[in-house]
């Protein structure tokens, strides 16, 4: 779809939609989505992406906590009741040509729902200066220009994809690919310059070095939204020729931290802030810790690309502010030259497997609600493909794994779903019945 084409369509599809409550989108990686996300913010209309594989019950949860009014495009699913919008509808030739007002600044983009500790996911509220800021800052990092092919296959429902993988394409003008999956063969085959990844994709992409060799023609390889490993960055750069990019963000407060098109690239470390972004790393009463590459702090980062709350949480939008800082809950280090390295999430309860982000709360619940688990504790265990695998260590009934597994895939997403299931007499408890989750790991 040419440029032209895109603004046509959304243009037309935004006069019908301009002042809508929250419209949902079932994000699956088509032309479609990149239609309905456009219109939406052609229109100044908040758009929530809803995973096209989650269950009903995280569906429900989303398009109730986003109070989405309708749904805007093709989406399969039987329970709900809200109203669809057509996108193919409107006869664009028949519309007028004054061109829309562009939406104010501060005005809300995309409502993305993510995982924390505890609870249901929390719709994070990005708004269109957030969203501008942080795609320039990544285009002055990476010289990304509209010269670039941008190439990747990852989801259209979380800040990987979309914001950076669709909208900083758009913003910068240039070309992009989806590969639909992010296969190795798919990212051989897609001739881009720019290329986006996740550690696990990375990986398998290195498992296959006839396909990571088709790449040694592009410009940058960037890997975010978990760690990459060493060992991977090193296979990576023999069989391409390109040191990787690392870049670090949050859903919260989109990419903060990344190396440069023309800068160090150090295997393990996340670079330093982008343009508009600043960071501090505190100790546990708050205080800053040196800046020697080795003195562990949590990481605060303050700047023009963060989120502006959780919709309907004002007290947890609050509690993750301390004096205009807000806190990532991730553990990482700065060295005397700024660089930053992450070291590991401060939660124990964050799960990240293939650059998903899984609350571990959250599969507890669902598990909890079938009949035959009496107490379940989930924990992410390391594993060399998905950075962290999903195991669920069960206190229950005689019942098969695939049962239990099959039941959390009928409640939430796919890729929250325990790889595996161990059943367990009893859980560790400390002398106060606190569960201790590290025992398990
Ligand atoms: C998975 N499968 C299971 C299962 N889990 N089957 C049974 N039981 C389970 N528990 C199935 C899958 O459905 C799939 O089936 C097959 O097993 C392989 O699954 P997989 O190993 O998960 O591979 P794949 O589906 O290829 O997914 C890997 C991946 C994916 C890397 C492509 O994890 C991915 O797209 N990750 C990107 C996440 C992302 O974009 N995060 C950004 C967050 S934003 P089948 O039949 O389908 O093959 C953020 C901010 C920032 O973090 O900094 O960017
Ligand atoms: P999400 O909420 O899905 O946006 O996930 C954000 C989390 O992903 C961060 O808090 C980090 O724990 C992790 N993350 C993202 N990028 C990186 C990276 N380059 N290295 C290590 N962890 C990362």
Redesign the pocket.
């Known amino acids: 779809m040419s440029r032209d084409q895109l603004a046509e369509r959304a243009d037309a599809i935004a006069r019908r939609i301009v002042g809508s409550g929250p419209l949902a989108v079932d994000a699956t990686s088509t032309l479609a989505t990149v239609v309905a996300v456009v219109a939406g913010m052609a229109a100044g209309v908040a758009v929530v992406p809803v995973p096209p594989d989650s269950g009903p019950i995280e569906r429900g949860h989303i398009l109730r906590d986003s109070g989405a009014v309708a749904v805007l495009g093709e989406a399969n699913w039987p329970e709900v009741k809200l109203p669809h919008i057509d996108l193919d509808a409107v006869d664009v030739t028949a519309l007028d040509a004054g061109h829309l007002l562009e939406p104010p600044d501060s005005s809300t983009a995309l409502i993305m729902y993510?995982?924390g500790t505890t609870g249901a996911p929390k719709g994070v509220v990005l708004s269109r200066k957030a969203i501008a800021a942080g795609i320039d800052g990544l285009a002055d990092a990476w010289e990304w220009t509209c010269d670039d092919v941008l190439a990747h296959g990852l989801p259209l429902f979380?800040?990987?994809g979309l914001v950076l993988g669709v909208l900083g394409a758009l913003r910068v003008g240039c070309r992009l690919v989806h590969t639909g999956r992010p296969t190795p063969a798919a990212y051989a085959a897609a001739r881009g310059s720019l290329y986006f990844g996740v550690?696990t994709v990375w990986s398998r992409v290195c498992a296959e070095p006839n396909a990571a060799r088709e790449l040694a023609h592009a410009r940058l390889l960037v890997?975010?939204?978990?760690?990459?490993p060493v060992p991977v960055f090193e296979s990576l750069r023999s069989l391409t020729g390109h040191a990787p990019i690392?870049?670090?963000?949050?859903?919260?407060t989109l990419?903060t931290?990344s190396t440069r098109a023309r800068g160090e690239r150090r295997a393990g470390w996340?670079g330093t802030p982008i343009d508009g972004v600043t960071t501090r790393l505190v100790d546990d009463a708050g205080f800053e810790v040196p800046h020697d590459g080795e003195t562990i702090g949590e990481l605060r980062v303050a700047g023009s690309t963060l989120f502006d709350g959780y919709l309907n949480h004002p007290d947890a939008t609050a509690d993750s502010f301390d004096d205009g800082w807000f806190g990532?809950?991730?553990a990482a280090v700065i060295d005397p030259d700024g660089f930053h390295r992450?070291v590991?999430?401060q939660s124990i309860d964050?799960i990240?497997s293939g650059?998903?982000?899984v609350g571990a709360g959250e599969v507890e619940s669902a598990l909890l609600t079938h009949p035959a688990v009496h107490e379940v504790a989930v924990v992410g265990l390391t594993d060399d493909d998905l950075g962290q695998r999903i195991v669920a260590f069960v206190v229950g009934d005689t019942v098969e794994s695939s049962v239990l597994v099959a039941h959390v895939a009928g409640e939430l997403s796919a890729h929250k779903r325990p790889r595996e299931i161990r059943f367990v007499a009893e859980l560790p408890r400390n002398s106060m019945g606190k569960l201790q989750k590290s025992l398990l790991r």
Do not use: N, Q, W
């Open positions: 993510t995982s979380h800040v990987h550690p890997s975010g939204s978990a760690p990459l690392e870049r670090y963000g949050m859903t919260e990419i931290l996340v990532t809950g991730d992450i590991g999430r964050i990240k650059g998903f982000k």
